[in-house]
């Protein structure tokens, strides 16, 4: 079946501007997942929609980010005033949720700030 | 706060056997172990949980002692296909769902 899809794989845009990234999970899982990956460094946990609320958003970094995910499928992160350092690769993961909630991730969205 | 993983790198030939270890500072409830190829999105390997279960890759075993506070996987007789980055990922509170990532294994094994 189909995995985890992101869009767009690459987003290059310029400080201070706007920018959404959208995530379509695995179709029939309640849990999802975003995460933000430097170079060198493992993915580093942002927030955890479980349906359609946020579980727990305590990684987002400040109030310039903020996700959704209004019918409780597919989640878009949205980051306010870009800066330099948001640059990075997020990633969506999607699972059933449960005790063995393996989490199946994306291909990740290429940020690039300029 | 961020396990620890060990050691950084590691090169191995093909067939040979590999651990690499994962060390945390707080009680753990559940380790999940993943390996990323560089450019491509982390893969699941296997779930250890509090309790002894767990659950994941046929040709991949993995340990977790609960009073350490640690997790080891066990490659043996590494493929090529194994190369990758392998990250830890540590649940410390049941249901949370949240996991903290070390900041990953890099594994080459060459011909």
């Known amino acids: 079946g189909a995995g985890v899809s992101q869009t767009p794989s690459n987003k290059v845009t310029e400080k201070g501007k706007y920018v959404e990234l959208r995530c379509d999970p695995i179709?029939?899982?309640?849990?999802l997942y975003w995460y933000r990956q430097s170079l060198g460094q493992g993915p580093e946990f942002l927030i955890y929609f479980q349906g359609t609320g946020a579980a727990d958003d305590s990684g987002l970094p400040n109030d310039r980010f903020f996700a959704v995910r209004p019918e409780g499928s597919v989640s878009t992160l949205k980051i306010q005033r870009t800066e330099r350092g948001d640059s990075a690769v997020y990633l969506c993961?999607?699972?059933?949720?449960?005790?063995?909630?393996?989490?199946?991730f994306g291909p990740g969205t290429r940020l690039t700030v300029l | 706060q961020q396990p620890v993983q060990s050691p950084q790198a590691v090169i191995l030939r093909e067939g040979e056997d590999a651990v690499i270890n994962c060390s945390s500072s707080k009680a753990l409830y559940s380790v999940h172990w993943y390996r990323q190829k560089h450019g491509e999105a982390p893969v699941f390997l296997m779930i250890l949980l509090k309790g002894g279960e767990q659950k994941g890759h046929e040709k991949i075993s993995a340990s977790f002692n609960e009073k350490k506070q640690q997790s080891s996987l066990y490659l043996t007789a590494s493929q090529l296909s194994y190369s990758g980055t392998y990250f830890c990922?540590?649940?410390?509170?049941?249901?949370?769902?949240?996991?903290?990532f070390g900041k990953g294994t890099k594994l080459t094994v060459n011909p």
């Open positions: 990922g540590t649940e410390t509170q049941g249901g949370s769902e949240k996991l903290v």
């Open positions: 179709s029939g899982h309640t849990a």
């Open positions: 993961a999607s699972s059933r949720g449960g005790a063995y909630n393996e989490q199946f």
